[in-house]
């Protein structure tokens, strides 16, 4: 069973940028297919961006295409978010998730096994 932990979040400006990363132990980080989530107030988690267990497919929501970038380090056991040219209704929480299932990238909430705790983004106008 994998443990995530993520970081990086916090306050910006729109047209700012971030860092997230989310921190795996307790597990082989490679059985994993990743992705991030979010959630913003009132609203329901929805996926943002999933990678393949290799790192070699990638898959984005239309609304983060272009900004925001998934990547993960297997020898560090790590997922990355670089998130770019931000905008207001970017803020949310951001959650990364962990899939067992490696045959393609999942997009629903309920598809994925292991989460961590969250990390908040704001990003003011």
């Known amino acids: 069973q994998v443990q995530l932990v993520e970081s990086g979040g916090g306050l910006v400006q729109a047209g700012g940028s971030l860092r997230l990363s989310c921190a795996a132990s307790?597990?082989?980080?490679?059985?994993?297919?990743m992705a991030w989530f979010r959630q913003a107030p009132g609203k329901e988690r929805e996926f943002v961006a999933g990678i393949s267990w290799t790192g070699g497919i990638t898959l984005y929501v239309d609304s983060v295409k272009g900004r925001l970038t998934i990547s993960r380090d297997n020898a560090k056991n790590t997922l990355y978010l670089q998130m770019n040219s931000l905008k207001p209704e970017d803020t949310a929480v951001y959650y990364c998730a962990a899939s067992l299932y490696r045959i393609r990238i999942r997009t629903l909430e309920r598809e994925y096994d292991f989460w961590g705790q969250g990390t908040q983004v704001t990003v003011s106008s």
């Open positions: 307790g597990g082989t980080f490679s059985n994993y297919n």
